[in-house]
């Protein structure tokens, strides 16, 4: 695994994390322990997701552009093996 | 509305091109307990659902299919990916090939299309619950049925993923049915439908 790989395994790791808390919340809006854990999962992900976007492109369209071009298009796609 | 998250929801790499694989995993897009029928069932369902909290849960199931149907279709992608001629005559992927050649076509593992009969979404609270966690479970069994066919660990790993998700996802509509349950009293409990039945 190359370092893109894993950072992006990081990404995908505490993507997933709030996803799957998220759904629990849904069924327990009040439970204040999954609400701190909701909130600690969110600043690192929000922060990995910052580091990945500034080193190898776009992960969402708002963050479409990169050094001076619309790298949302141009980049890989998830489907393809990364090289 | 939707965006989109330029990422999978789990990694996929496979090395080896397999038609007969691929040929098996597809019924996971477009069989009848597919993860495109799963995304089309959740987010239509929530329209007539009274309840926000159970609102929540179909839109984020809903959603949360919608990366699943791209998991299965990079799977059967990369499966199909540099395959030769000779692997697609001799495993049995030439039905396919001949009018999908290598791309995505949302069909169950026999061929049939992907069909709306599939699913159900009848407007009534109890019926389309139920119908979720059936959902639910018949995924997971077919996720279990492939992995007793498989034996490439690069295509059982993102598999044993998805099929994690649909104990979880069971787990979830089982709580919402409890949360509709404690909203009906016990006259009404089974003859009466809070989405169109005024009390």
Redesign the interface.
């Known amino acids: 695994m190359n370092e893109k790989e894993k950072m992006l395994k990081q990404v995908q790791m505490y993507c997933f994390a709030l996803v799957d808390a998220s759904l629990f919340l849904d069924t327990h809006p009040t439970d204040k322990e999954a609400l701190k854990y909701y909130e600690r999962i969110k600043e690192m992900s929000d922060k990995i997701q910052d580091e990945y976007q500034k080193k190898y492109g776009s992960l969402n369209i708002k963050n479409g552009e990169k050094d001076g071009k619309w790298e949302w298009a141009t980049s890989a796609f998830p489907w393809e093996v990364q090289k | 509305m939707f965006?989109?998250?330029?990422?999978?929801?789990?990694?996929?790499?496979?090395a080896n091109p397999s038609p007969a694989l691929a040929k098996i995993i597809i019924t996971q897009l477009g069989g009848p307990h597919g993860e495109k029928g799963a995304a089309s069932r959740y987010l239509s369902q929530r329209f007539s659902m009274p309840y926000n909290?159970v609102k929540?849960?179909l839109t984020?199931?809903g959603t949360?299919e919608l990366g699943h149907e791209?998991m299965i279709?990079?799977i059967v992608?990369?499966l199909t990916?540099n395959m030769s001629i000779d692997q697609i005559k001799n495993e049995g992927f030439d039905t396919y090939f001949v009018d999908h050649t290598a791309g995505i076509y949302p069909q169950a593992a026999s061929g049939m299309p992907f069909s709306a009969d599939t699913f159900a979404s009848t407007g009534d609270v109890l019926a389309d619950l139920h119908e979720d966690l059936a959902a639910e479970q018949k995924a997971r069994l077919s996720y279990d049925n492939l992995l007793r066919l498989i034996d490439d660990n690069d295509v059982r790993d993102p598999i044993k993923f998805l099929r994690e998700r649909e104990i979880?996802?069971y787990q979830?509509f089982g709580?919402?049915m409890r949360?509709v349950q404690e909203k009906l009293d016990s006259k009404n409990f089974y003859a009466f439908n809070p989405a169109f039945d005024k009390k």
């Open positions: 965006s989109y998250q330029k990422h999978l929801q789990y990694p996929v790499k496979i909290e929540a849960i984020d199931i949360e791209e279709s990079t992608h990369q990916k979880v996802h979830r709580e919402a949360k």
